[in-house]
C-alpha cells in the first residue's frame, strides 16, 4: 500500500503543524529528527544530550525546539514535550527506540571496561581549546578499541594513536593487553598521565612528544600496523595528521589508518575539502562508519564524528608541514595574524648577542632538528605556543644565547612555579630571564644566555653535553658525555657500566631526549648527574 503525502502545512500556528513541516522541509533526511522528538516525549533532556544521543547538530536542534516551542516545558536547560501532548507526537511522528539508545550492545557487555574507562576520563588533564580537544565518551573510547579488537588482529601488533586526549590508548589495552600501543600527543600533561596509568597496570604503552607541524620521532616513523588519530577538523589538521599517519605505517599494503572526522549536514563543502584533502594523500576509503564516535560537546556537527577507515596507495606522508594554523581556536588557528611587526623587533632587540652581531631576525618555531647552526644567536617567535614549545625549543638550540616571544600565560611564565620548573630543567646549560609583560601586556621575552661551563660541578658538566646533543640517541649521548666530562679519564665501556648501574635496560636509552615526554626528561637529568658520582 502507498503511503499518501500531505504537503507541509503553511502560515499554520499549530506547534505539531511547524514540526510537521519542518520534517517534510528535510526530505528522506528528516529520520534523522524523529528520535530528538522520541527523547523530548519521554523524559527531560538537555539541549547537550539532544544534540549528542542521536547526533544531530546543534542549530537543526534548536531549530526543532522552536518549531515546537508552544507544546514543550522546561526545567532550568531541560526540555520536554508537555506529557498532555506526548501521545499526539508520538501518533503523528512515530517512536524511535532503536537510535535513541547511545550505549551499543557490544559496549554493554564489557561494563568493567566501560567502568574503568569512565574513572580515568574524569582524572584525565583538562582539554586545550587551543589543540581543538573535545572529549569524547567513554562508551566511544571503549566502542572503538572493541571495534578493532574485532576487526583486526591485534595480538603482538603495533598501534600508534597520533594524539589520544580521549584516551584511546588505555580502552584498547583494557580490551587486549597484548597490544603494543605508541601514543605521541604535544600535550606533555597527558602523556604523563597516560604514561603513569600504562605503569601502574602493566600494559605496554609507550609515550612519546612531537607537535606533528614540526615532524615526528624518528622512532616511530614506519613502526606501525595500526594508526589511529582523530585530528582537528579543519583540512589542513585532517591533511597533516593523515599524511603524518601514513609516514608511521610499517608496511602501507597492509596498514590501515583510522580517523574521526565530522561535519555538520549543513556545510557539506567543508567535508568535500577534507575527504579531497585525504585523497590527494592517496587514501581509499574502505569504509565510513556514521556517527561512530560521540563527543561531550562539539554540538555544531552534533556532537559526533564518523569514524574512516582509510586505506594507503602509496607513501605518500606528511612531509614537511611549515604551518602552524590548523586549528579551529586560538592563537594556532588558521585565522590567527600572529604578532605584530613592533612585537617582532623589539624581540630581536632583546637577543643577547656579541656586540659585533646584528640583531638576529625572528625564526619560526620548530625543533626536529637542531636550530640555529652556524648563528650568533636566535629570536624564535613562540606566541603561539600551548605550553611545550619554549622547552624544545631550548634543547634544540645551538647558539649559546637566545630569545623567545611568549604568550604572558604560558605555564613556564605566568607563575613563579612555572618559571622554577623549567629553569630546574635547563639551568646547566642556560641562565634564563623573564621579562614579563614585553614588549605589551600580551607577551613576555625570554632571554637565555649560556652558563659558562667552568662554573658548573661534574655532574652539572655531563647533563650539560647531554642537553647540548638533545637530538643524538640519548644512551650514545651519555656516554660520549661521561666520558668527556672526565677528560679522558674514563673509558666509553666505563662509562656504559655507570649508566648500567644508574638505569639498567631503559627503554629511553634508544630515543632522543628532545622527543621525550617533560616529565621522563625531569626524571632522568638527576639520574645522568649523579653517574659522575
Not at 528522506?28 to 527531560?44: E, I
Not at 612531509?319 to 585565522?335: A, F, M, R
Not at 605550553?387 to 624544545?392: D, M, N
Not at 648501574?501 to 634508544?510: I, N, R
Request: one cysteine or more; glycine letters at 8%; charged letters at 25%.
Amino acid at each position: 500500500m502507498t503511503g499518501h503525502y500531505s504537503p507541509p502545512l503553511v502560515g499554520t500556528n499549530e506547534p505539531i503543524d511547524r514540526v510537521r513541516a519542518l520534517l517534510a522541509e528535510r526530505g528522506v533526511h528528516a529520520r534523522k529528527l524523529r528520535p530528538v522528538l522520541t527523547l523530548l516525549g519521554q523524559d527531560w533532556h538537555t539541549l547537550a544530550e539532544l544534540v549528542r544521543l542521536p547526533a544531530v547538530p546543534r542549530r537543526t536542534v534548536q531549530e526543532l525546539l522552536a518549531a515546537a516551542e508552544e507544546d514543550l516545558e522546561t526545567q532550568g536547560e531541560r526540555y520536554r514535550i508537555a506529557p498532555y501532548r506526548a501521545a499526539a507526537y508520538a501518533e503523528a511522528f512515530g517512536v524511535d527506540e532503536g537510535l535513541t539508545d547511545p550505549v551499543n550492545a557490544l559496549v554493554s557487555r564489557h561494563t568493567d571496561q566501560l567502568r574503568s574507562i569512565l574513572a580515568d576520563i574524569a582524572n584525565v588533564p583538562p582539554p586545550l581549546a587551543a589543540l581543538d580537544h573535545v572529549q569524547a565518551t567513554a562508551d566511544t573510547a571503549l566502542k572503538r578499541s572493541l571495534w578493532l579488537d574485532s576487526t583486526y588482529d591485534l595480538t603482538g601488533r603495533k598501534l600508534l594513536c597520533l594524539g589520544d586526549h580521549d584516551l584511546t590508548s588505555l580502552a584498547v589495552c583494557a580490551v587486549n593487553p597484548d597490544v603494543e600501543v605508541t601514543v605521541v600527543d604535544l600535550d606533555d600533561r597527558l602523556l604523563e598521565f597516560i604514561d603513569t596509568l600504562a605503569a601502574e597496570r602493566g600494559w605496554s604503552i609507550r609515550c612519546l612528544h612531537a607537535d606533528f607541524r614540526f615532524g615526528l620521532p624518528p622512532s616511530v616513523l614506519e613502526s606501525a600496523d595500526l594508526v589511529f588519530s582523530d585530528p582537528p577538523y579543519t583540512p589542513e589538521g585532517m591533511g597533516l595528521f593523515a599524511g603524518r599517519a601514513v609516514d608511521c605505517l610499517a608496511d602501507p599494503a597492509r596498514g590501515r589508518v583510522l580517523l574521526a572526522y565530522g561535519f555538520s549536514d549543513r556545510t557539506p563543502a567543508l567535508g568535500l575539502k577534507v575527504q579531497q584533502e585525504l585523497q590527494r594523500l592517496g587514501l581509499v576509503f574502505e569504509a565510513i562508519l556514521p556517527a561512530f564516535n560521540r563527543f561531550d560537546g562539539a554540538q555544531a556537527i552534533g556532537s559526533a564524528a564518523d569514524l574512516y577507515v582509510c586505506r594507503p596507495t602509496s607513501r605518500k606522508g606528511g612531509g614537511s608541514h611549515g604551518k602552524t594554523g590548523i586549528y579551529t581556536h586560538g592563537p594556532q588557528s588558521l585565522e590567527s595574524s600572529g604578532p605584530s611587526r613592533d612585537a617582532l623587533e623589539v624581540l630581536s632587540d632583546l637577543a643577547p648577542r656579541p656586540e659585533s652581531s646584528p640583531p638576529p631576525k625572528p625564526r619560526k618555531p620548530g625543533w626536529y632538528e637542531p636550530i640555529g647552526k652556524g648563528a650568533a644567536s636566535l629570536a624564535v617567535d613562540l606566541t603561539g605556543d600551548p605550553g611545550p614549545w619554549l622547552l624544545r625549543t631550548l634543547l634544540a638550540s645551538v647558539p649559546a644565547r637566545l630569545a623567545a616571544l611568549v604568550p604572558n600565560n604560558h605555564p613556564n611564565v605566568s607563575s613563579e612555579k612555572g618559571q622554577r620548573e623549567l629553569t630546574s630543567l635547563v639551568d646547566s646549560r642556560f641562565r634564563l630571564k623573564f621579562l614579563r609583560g614585553t614588549p605589551d601586556n600580551k607577551h613576555t621575552v625570554v632571554v637565555a644566555e649560556q652558563v659558562p661551563a667552568g662554573e658548573l660541578p661534574p655532574g652539572k658538566l655531563v647533563v650539560r653535553e647531554v642537553l647540548l646533543r638533545a637530538h643524538g640517541k640519548l644512551g650514545n649521548v651519555w656516554r660520549e658525555a661521561l666520558v668527556t666530562a672526565s677528560r679522558g679519564e674514563l673509558t666509553k665501556r666505563e662509562a656504559r657500566e655507570r649508566i648500567d648501574a644508574a638505569v639498567g635496560d631503559h627503554p629511553d636509552l634508544d630515543l632522543r631526549l628532545v622527543d621525550l615526554p617533560r616529565h621522563r626528561i625531569a626524571a632522568l637529568l638527576p639520574l645522568v648527574e649523579g653517574s659522575v658520582d
